[in-house]
């Protein structure tokens, strides 16, 4: 026994130090030879906390992955020239060295562009700013630069023999990202370009292959990939490559103003169940875990701060059931195949009507799947002389060619539902502490004798476009001129100002006349607002926000933000428009907000604060309170009800961007959700008429322990902090619906058992979660046999077969039994 230990561990230890081969044939990835089938999901470092890092890939290995892939993010590894920051949840080579702690691969996508809903796609934008400067083409500066970043992330790597080759975990990388998309628009240089990123991935000689994602023409031996919806359709460009999709988008981003896209569990299954059926041996969710856009960090324009993206591990890194189980279930099946699906022969026969099956044989093995790609009709297909029901829009899946293991449209899995519950509610003992608010204004811009007061960035006799006097260093940029008006100017009683967007703010001798923003997905617009000018100088000043930079599509790094003019006085003379343009005046710029300068989000910032006279709707103002950690693990968000937007810090950090007030359309959103068709992200969307995004995720890791959190508030548009609250996300009850010939498992999160039985029935049980109703036909001892075995702990499972919790008393087509389950977890009571 021992003896044994020890040579398992003494070979653990030896794998670990030595290198394996990676390759590929035209079925698969090959890992020391063998041919392998290989699920993967993409955790992006930056949006959860390395604290987080270890929690959420054990999720994804229990989850049945094996690879975790991941972006590099440009600008915030570089955020000025040279000067690297690879620090907290920056830190690369800690997350790729947890990844190889949980004995997962890793997949790198250095790109350096990596479009994902982040900030400019992840490009610098002091690289923008850079002299003769294009990006993604056969540009000699951007070339320079792309390669000088790229070589330092293969650098690192290589200094901590994370490769395969040298025994680290990555197993494959990819160069640039998405490039075919958009190629044509480069012509020429565009082609000359693909073939440079090519060459130089090459040259890095790091032993494992290097992919291209959507790049139909990616030269040999660079593997392309499909990204989508579906993958099931597509080939690779040559022969000798195997068939990989990279992105299979578990879900959709949100938008500010937009609806909250959800994917079903169903529909990412069957499209995980086809692409297998077509000889897929390798895919990548997109995203397994989405996470928080903390600070600046999301693109756009309009990315909200959650990048929850309806994945199986949420943005605090719980699990979204059923998404997780069910496709946990399937990934555990497909493996089980493994041999079977990456040597086999295949046969496929259309039925017609979008009805197919599929053989694989391998040396007297077979495994077969059933396909429904109808959707709208439940199918009976008669395959090798058995009749089997194969649902719309569903795979069925048969690892002897015989019995029915899974279907994708028959979910087994858990359903979990969760809450935000605020701390009164689970600390009774704990009087309910109040927030006291302290306050400051943002000191507005002030101008003497048509001179800025203090220090400004630049002067320019033109508009100058945003991101080019910020480098981002802020969302927010002044732009302030003075008019003289004399005794012969007619009465100018409106400004008009165009925009490219995102935010526009227009102050008069220091009075707000206004602001407007950007909506429908026109960013660029012209507001006009009234206004009164004194005789003598006037000060015009215009504070233009950005709220995200634009990360996807050709030449994406151009289009400008702010105001871009013209910007004019009017006035009405016996009905005609008189004009007076302040265009190419003489503006004075000045990049960011006094707060964000003397960093008032900082804890210790304690001066000049008001306790008194809280502003309510009013602009431009600080709020700042003290607040108690809530109890416990479960992960924190606070409820930003009362405020319209600003930018959020708890003890420092940004939280993020927050927008409460902007509602989602009223329209486009359904009771329910039929998953039968092809998925587009304006199909399944919920909370029509509702902020997009009320909570904002507070990492565990940015609080203390004791009373003297603090929360920092900058409000833009005027709201008020006295309905701001803490809470934590848990579960409120698990479902479970799951037919005979199953193992159901049932489970609550670390830290809580199952403290209730609401419903159990087995039999023919209708309805939802929370909503179940028994029938006729039911076992009476469903409810006693799960107590037996759930009550008091965190997990259990329950083979679903008349054996173990019938009789039923009805008789049933085989298998249609079902066990439906509504429980409640609690957190095991702790004495301090
Ligand atoms: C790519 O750039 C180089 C250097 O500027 C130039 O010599 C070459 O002609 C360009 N290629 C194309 C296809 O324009
Ligand atoms: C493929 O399957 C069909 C239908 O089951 C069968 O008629 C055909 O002979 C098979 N083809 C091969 C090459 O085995
Ligand atoms: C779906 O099935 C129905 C009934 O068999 C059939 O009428 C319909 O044409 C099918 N749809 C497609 C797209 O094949
Ligand atoms: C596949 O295997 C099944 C049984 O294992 C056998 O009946 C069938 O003929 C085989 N088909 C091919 C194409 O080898
Ligand atoms: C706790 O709850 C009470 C009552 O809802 C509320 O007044 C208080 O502000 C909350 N405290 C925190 C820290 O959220
Ligand atoms: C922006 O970058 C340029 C070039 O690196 C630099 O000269 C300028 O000072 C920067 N401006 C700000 C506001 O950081
Ligand atoms: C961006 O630059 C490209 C190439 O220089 C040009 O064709 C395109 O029109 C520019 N787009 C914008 C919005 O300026
Ligand atoms: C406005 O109309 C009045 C009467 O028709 C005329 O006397 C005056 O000159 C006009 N003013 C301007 C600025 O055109
Ligand atoms: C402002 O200056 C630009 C560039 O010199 C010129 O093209 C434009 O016509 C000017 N606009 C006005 C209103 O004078
Ligand atoms: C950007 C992109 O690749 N979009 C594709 C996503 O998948 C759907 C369905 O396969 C395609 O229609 C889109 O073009």
Known sequence: MTWALLLLSFTLVNLAINAFEVSYDSRAITIDGKRKVLFSGSIHYPRSTAEMWPSLINKAKEGGLDVIETYVFWNAHEPQPRQYDFSGNLDLVKFIKTIQKEGLYAMLRIGPYVCAEWNYGGFPVWLHNMPN????????????EMQTFTTLIVDKMRHENLFASQGGPIILAQIENEYGNIMSEYGENGKQYVQWCAQLA???KIGVPWVMCQQSDAPDPIINTCNGWYCDQFSPNSKSKPKMWTENWTGWFKNWGGPIPHRTARDVAYAVARFFQYGGTFQNYYMYHGGTNFGRTSGGPYITTSYDYDAPLDEYGNKNQPKWGHLKQLHELLKSM????????????????????????????????LGNANSSNDATIMFQSTQYIVPAWSVSILPNCVNEVYNTAKINAQTSIMVMKDNKSDNEEEPHSTLNWQWMHEPHVQMKDGQVLGSVSRKAAQLLDQKVVTNDTSDYLWYITSV???ENDPIWSKIRVSTNGHVLHVFVNGAQAGYQ????GKYSFTYEAKIKLKKGTNEISLLSGTVGLPNYGAHFSNVSVGVCGPVQLVALQNNTEVVKDITNNTWNYKVGLHGEIVKLYCPENNKGWNTNGLPTNRVFVWYKTLFKSPKGTDPVVVDLKGLKKGQAWVNGNNIGRYWTRYLADDNGCTATCNYRGPYSSDKCITKCGRPTQRWYHVPRSFLRQDNQNTLVLFEEFGGHPNEVKFATVMVEKICANSYEGNVLELSCREEQVISKIKFASFGVPEGECGSFKKSQCESPNALSILSKSCLGKQSCSVQVSQRMLGPTGCRMPQNQNKLAIEAVCESIAKKY
Request: include cysteine; charged fraction near 15%.
């Open 133 to 144: 400067m294009e990006f993604r083409t056969n540009n000699t500066a951007y070339m320079n």
């Open 202 to 204: 090459e040259s890095y």
């Open 338 to 369: 493994e041999d079977v699906l990456t040597q086999g022969t295949t046969n496929h026969t259309d039925y017609g009507n979008l009805l197919t099956a599929t053989v694989y044989n391998y040396s007297g093995k077979s495994a077969c799947f």
């Open 484 to 486: 003289d008006i004399s």
């Open 517 to 520: 923003y950007g909506q429908n």
